[in-house]
């Protein structure tokens, strides 16, 4: 380059003043324009850049306060079922264990039969609650992230509730209508189920903000995330530990100490 710049030096010495001048001219012109165009087109890259990644970035953020949204709602419709069903229950329960109070000692058949027969019909009032409350049970889960302890948290609650529901109808298949532990064992998880959730919906709704905030950082987050192969996850699926028991009452503990 040097070489190139002290020849072209000599070829314009050589040339009459007027003209030499007039080839520097144009020379300066040239390169000026052609740095200013440079520019220009790196000007332009970024502009067109930053407007990507904020594009980028407000589709995310749209798909994340969805989730966020759609998350809520079912949760919301899940523990309101889950306290329905407990409340149908305990009237079922309420009126067997008043026919065996009242009319046990005067014929104990007869309050046998007539609470089966109550149970039944209550078994068939409750097949499309008892079927939203599994639907709803599983559009959550499948939402939740198991590497995550509060979401592990929140599942535990949520598969508690189901058990809870299974031992209300197996109570009262055996004729137990005495279980005012297991109704405040009910609330008891409808309460830890709903802090998990709000702790979750805030958490998220922070992670939304920074997204949004910081969208360069979320598309360098997103293309530094590795997409497992098929043996990786097969591999974690069968070495993967199991969720902590839905009875832990150790692990819903430390969870919600450090929420």
């Not at 939402?143 to 299974?166: C, F, G, P, V």
Request: neutral net charge; proline residues 2%.
């Amino acid at each position: 380059m040097h070489d190139f710049l002290m020849s072209l030096w000599e070829l314009i010495a050589d040339l009459p003043v007027s003209l030499g001048w007039a080839v520097i001219g144009g020379f300066v012109t040239a390169i000026v324009g052609a740095m200013v165009s440079l520019w220009n087109t790196r000007r332009t890259l970024a502009v067109q850049r930053l407007a990507n990644t904020r594009s980028v970035s407000t589709f995310i953020a749209d798909k994340r306060q969805k989730w966020i949204d759609d998350l809520r709602s079912d949760i919301a419709k899940y523990l309101s079922l889950s306290l329905e069903t407990a409340e149908a229950w305990k009237q079922l329960y309420w009126k067997c264990g008043d026919r065996h109070d009242r009319y046990w000692g005067q014929d104990p058949q007869a309050v046998v039969d007539e609470c089966e027969a109550l149970r039944i019909v209550f078994l068939k009032d409750n097949t499309t609650r008892a079927s939203e409350h599994h639907q709803l049970y599983m559009r959550v889960v499948l939402r939740l992230n198991d590497d995550e302890k509060l979401h592990q948290a929140l599942t535990i609650s949520l598969r508690q509730l189901r058990t809870n529901m299974d031992d209300l109808a197996a109570a009262a298949l055996r004729g137990n209508y005495a279980n005012q532990p297991l109704f405040e064992a009910i609330q008891a998880t409808l309460n830890d189920a709903e802090f998990f959730t709000k702790a979750i919906l805030k958490e998220e709704w922070q992670r939304l903000k920074r997204e949004v905030a910081e969208p360069n950082r979320l598309i360098k987050d997103i293309l530094n995330i590795k997409v497992p192969s098929n043996a990786a996850l097969r591999d974690s699926q069968s070495s993967a530990p199991g969720i902590a028991s839905a009875l832990s009452s150790e692990t819903l503990s430390s969870v919600k100490a450090s929420a």
